[in-house]
Structures are given as C-alpha cells and as structure tokens.
C-alpha cells in the first residue's frame, strides 16, 4: 500500500503563493502518474493538474494554467504544486494521488491511492 502525505497548505491572502508537497511511500514512486486534486465545501472534487511518471506530460485544469505549476522529484518521493496568484475561489482542500500502474489521468477515478488533503485559504 502506498501512503500520501501532503503539506503546505494554509492562509493566504489573494494574490500570494503557497507550495504544496506530497511525500509518498513506495519503492516505484517512478512510475507512478500522479495527480492533484482540489475540493471546496459543497462543491464536487476537481482535478488541478497532473503528471506522468516520466514528467513528459503534465495537464493543468484551465482555472489554474499560468498561476500553478506541478513537478516531482524521484530522487526524493515528492511532489509539488506551486501555486501563484492565488484567488479566493481557489480556497478547498487539496489532495494529492496517485495511479500506481498507468498514465496520468484527469479522472480521480483512475487513481489507486489518496493523500489525507491539506487545506488552502485564500482571503480577499
């Protein structure tokens, strides 16, 4: 089983930047596509970006494509998601997960394994 293990979230006011991690578990983290995902209260959960084991291919949702960017680091098992300019209405928690054999995907249903969130507010 693989664990997920995020962190950075927090307050920020509108216009700022905040750094997600997402640490994993497992000796193939390589191949794992990866994929973060965000939910805000009373709303459905939604894919911010994704990307594959080999980092050839990322995907960013169009709400977030110039303010965000997602890498990893294989070396050290971790994910990242940096985000800027941040806005209100990109206040949710955020989650990070993983498909263990496969592409990335913008389907949360095709990811095996899942953080436990780490919230994010953004204050106007």
């Known amino acids: 089983e693989v664990q997920l293990v995020e962190s950075g979230g927090g307050l920020v006011q509108a216009g700022g930047s905040l750094r997600l991690s997402c640490a994993a578990s497992?000796?193939?983290?390589?191949?794992?596509?990866i994929g973060w995902f965000r939910q805000a209260p009373g709303k459905d959960r939604e894919v911010v970006s994704c990307?594959?084991?080999?980092?050839?291919?990322?995907y960013y949702a169009d709400f977030v494509k110039g303010r965000f960017t997602i890498s990893r680091t294989n070396a050290k098992n971790t994910v990242a998601l940096q985000m800027g300019s941040l806005k209100p209405e990109d206040t949710a928690v955020y989650y990070c997960?993983?498909?263990?054999?496969?592409?990335?995907?913008?389907?949360?249903?095709?990811?095996?394994?899942w953080g436990q969130g780490t919230q994010v507010t953004v204050s106007s």
């Open positions: 990307i594959s084991s080999e980092e050839y291919s990322t």
């Open positions: 997960a993983i498909v263990q054999y496969g592409t990335l995907s913008r389907f949360g249903n095709s990811y095996d394994y």
């Open positions: 497992g000796e193939t983290f390589d191949d794992y596509a």
